[in-house]
């Protein structure tokens, strides 16, 4: 009868069988090996892949192989730019400044490379613009909300209370409000959305910093701005990532420049939720602390400063040698989670003091 | 007329047997295409399992299993929570049940504990837990001298011993002779719910909970188990019909079919105390290869006992071949599962042996008792029997708190 090819049938059924359970059970010794990738550890050794690289280190341009993402954030952008406002005289004489300020809560951003997260964002980013005027000046804000949910912009400083963004939600869809208020104290100081649940609202994205000069202005300055903020990426109330400028590890991959002898002039901003504390840490230098902002002489002169939520200040220094300088949270937990980053201090073009003798004075 | 009246049957007879079929594909079909978007309802959740973690020169390894119901990609790795760069080979898009390797490298400290994290696409981190840092083991000529020294110590030597005992039960009464062969029983009953819980503890710890662990611990002890029985069936069937001409009695072919059951056992245990070993756990592995050895020289005594009342022929020199090479199938296999154990560990494996090994005990479990029961007049409720079977669990019990 047909008795062999049922056997043949069953051998090569077993066969079969035994081979996808040996591919289940070793994988790796069937795949074949590629031609090698090459990428440096944080401890400085070199390895070889013939896979591919995950090391975050974030670009501009999105990869290709991933669409998502909506969001397109430079940080090295967001560091230098100030919004000013479209600026008008009003009949008293006072400056107006006005802002359009949309919120929106679909965006996709590519916070770290390969990893996507739905942010909360006014006017596309996190944070969002950095809005600038002088003191005693009107700033009026055009606010749209395009999201789903209500949202507001709630402003750290002196206003009328209806003006606060607590108690006026402004809901989705397109609800608008216009804040409108005059420019003061003098500082820095955080705007965020105040609908509830708060902690949500701000930890996905929707703040940013407000920056009052004061009427005599401050000394000329290389000016930047560092929101320091962490991402809940799986939403158990603790953060995935800490930066400066929302993406882990950017500056140290891409250097701040700056230049020698050169005043330089940070505004920092904490907006860390969950943990209660941040820091900031510079090296081989120390800076003059404003806390806040608020007054023209400095606090302190320091190289470290501990800011609770929205604590937020005022840093100016300049660097006497060329070279790498690291600035980082000290609470190191976040600095290895990408709260890190790096000065480069190049020779100052303008400056002779580099070349001639150092004069210590007397 | 008949013949094609036949033919139309058999036609009607396949078609009435392939129209339920067709009924499901289309039903499949169509949930899968068109009636998707009804069915569509809930966020299906990605899961990746890492299911190898290997410490080499400074560098961590991981494989990783897709484990979900939707393809994934490895973004990022860290460990103790602490973000480190890392590459993943091939890459890191993962199609279901698709693998990778992780290389993250790292200047770890043995025996320290480690949080290894693997972070995908979505923001997602997957975590696990490694006790003790140790460094994966390499098929050195040494080591797998030590694999096979082990693998003899567990298995070949202690059902030699065993096997030692038979002109002991050759001599004793009937009585003695069953409580003896019920006590084996006894004891491979306990062997085989060892092995089942050890096979639920790896996939508990290691696989994903798509590979639904119980049931596939079930399903592989029932097919090893009717395959052992099948083949032990048609082994014992064969030696009866050609008893005289044959080398192979019919004591000699179960006792066969209880070495082939007992050698799959053993190659469970070989892979545990090679595994146990490769996880660095040496200390506890030198328990468990006296532990093992103890165990198994009653194995030997489950394969004395049918041989024992062999005929007149098996005396001599065939007989000592006999039982060596029964000694050695149920031995040997120990080595090879140290082998692979110590070597090229992988959790899927290992469950899968271990039910292959319990299944094989239970199948020798029923050969014994028959064979207890064909010898003793059909019955099995003697005061030997029961006594001995109850003895054997107690003692397994008993020394499984010592050991
Ligand atoms: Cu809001």
Not at chain 1, 344 to 359: G, M
Not at chain 2, 365 to 370: A, G, M, P, Q
Request: charged share 15%; hydrophobic share 45%; glycine share 10%.
């Amino acid at each position: 009868m047909n008795k062999p090819r049922s056997k043949i049938i069953i051998t090569s059924l077993t066969v079969i069988i035994a081979m996808s359970a040996l591919y289940v059970a070793f994988p790796e010794t069937i795949n074949a090996q590629l031609e090698g990738n090459i990428f440096a550890t944080h401890s400085g050794g070199v390895i070889t892949t013939s896979g591919v690289v995950i090391d975050p280190v974030y670009t501009t341009t999105t990869d290709p192989e991933y669409t998502e993402a909506t969001v397109e954030f430079d940080p090295m952008q967001y560091l230098r730019e100030f919004n000013y406002g479209v600026v008008s005289t009003l009949p008293d004489g006072k400056i107006l400044r006005e802002f359009t300020i949309i919120a929106e809560d679909d965006q996709i951003m590519e916070v770290s490379p390969g990893i996507f997260f739905n942010v909360w964002t006014f006017n596309g980013t996190v944070p969002g613009p950095t809005i600038r005027a002088t003191e005693g000046d009107i700033v009026r804000i055009n606010f749209i909300n395009n999201g789903a949910k209500s949202h507001t912009m709630h402003f750290h400083g002196i206003h009328p209370a209806e003006m606060d963004g607590v108690f006026e939600i402004v809901g989705g869809g397109g609800g608008q409000f216009t804040y409108e208020f005059e420019a003061g104290p003098v500082g820095v100081h955080p705007y965020h959305c105040h609908v509830m649940p708060l902690e949500e609202h701000i930890v996905r994205g929707l703040y940013g910093v407000f920056i009052v000069d004061p009427k005599e202005g401050r000394p000329a300055a290389d000016e930047m701005v560092m929101v320091l903020n962490g991402l809940d990426m799986d939403f158990d109330g603790e953060n995935n990532f800490y930066a400066a400028n929302t993406i882990p590890f950017y500056y140290q991959n891409n250097p701040i420049q700056i230049n020698t002898d050169e005043l330089v002039r940070i505004y920092v901003v904490n907006m860390v939720e969950f943990d209660p504390i941040n820091n900031l840490h510079l090296h081989g230098n120390l800076y003059y602390y404003y806390p806040t902002g608020t007054d023209l002489v400095p606090s302190f002169y320091t190289d470290m400063i501990t800011l609770s939520q929205t604590e937020r200040g005022i840093m100016e220094f300049q660097y006497e040698f060329p070279g790498k300088y690291l600035f980082h949270a000290h609470k190191v937990e976040f600095s290895e989670k990408g709260w890190v980053g790096i000065f480069q201090v190049n020779d100052n073009p303008q400056d002779k003091k580099s070349t001639e003798k150092v004069d210590y004075g007397s | 007329m008949e013949v094609s009246d036949r033919k139309q049957s058999k036609g009607k007879l396949i078609a009435s047997g392939i129209i339920p079929f067709v009924f499901l594909i289309v039903l499949v079909i169509y949930i899968f295409g068109p009636g998707s978007d009804v069915l569509d309802l809930g966020v299906p959740l990605p899961e990746i399992t890492m299911e190898k973690i290997d410490f080499v020169d400074s560098e961590i390894q991981v494989t990783v299993r897709n484990t979900g119901p939707i393809p994934v990609v490895i973004a990022m790795a860290d460990i103790n929570d602490r973000i480190q760069p890392a590459a993943v080979e091939p890459d890191g898009f993962l199609e279901r049940y698709e693998t990778a390797l992780v290389r993250i490298p790292f200047a770890w400290n043995e025996a320290e504990p480690y949080r290894i994290g693997l972070t995908i696409e979505d923001g997602t981190r997957f975590e696990k837990e490694v006790e003790a840092a140790a460094p994966a083991l390499q098929p050195t000529l040494e080591l797998v001298g030590f694999f096979a020294l082990i693998g003899t110590y567990v298995g070949i030597i202690p059902v030699m011993i065993g096997l030692l005992w038979l002109p002991f039960i050759r001599r004793i009464s009937k009585q003695k002779y069953h409580f003896f062969l019920a006590l084996t029983a006894g004891l491979l009953l306990f062997l085989g719910i060892d092995s089942i819980e050890e096979a639920l503890d790896v996939s508990e710890e290691n696989l994903a909970g798509s590979f639904n662990g119980v049931l596939l611990v079930t399903t592989v002890i029932v097919l090893s188990f009717l395959g052992l029985y099948y083949t032990g069936e048609k082994l014992v069937k064969r030696a009866v019909a050609s008893t005289a001409s044959s080398r192979l009695s019919k004591p000699v072919a179960i006792a066969l079919m209880i070495s082939i059951g007992i050698g799959l056992h053993n190659f469970g245990e070989g892979l545990a105390i090679g595994a146990a070993v490769g996880l660095g756990s040496i200390a506890f592995s030198t328990f468990l290869i006296v532990g093992f050895a103890l165990h198994n020289t009653t194995e030997g005594i489950a394969i004395a006992g049918p041989m024992s009342r062999g005929k007149g022929a098996m005396t001599g020199k065939s007989m000592i071949l006999k039982l060596a090479a029964l000694g050695l199938i149920a031995g040997s296999p120990a080595i090879f599962g140290a082998w692979i154990g110590g070597f090229v560990y992988s959790p899927f494996t290992s469950v899968i042996f271990l039910a292959v090994g319990a299944g094989a005990i239970f199948q020798v479990i029923i050969t014994i008792l028959r064979w207890i029961r064909e010898e003793g007049d059909k019955n099995l409720s003697s005061g030997s029997v029961v006594s001995g079977f109850a003895a054997g669990m107690l003692i397994m019990y008993l020394t499984s708190i010592l050991v």
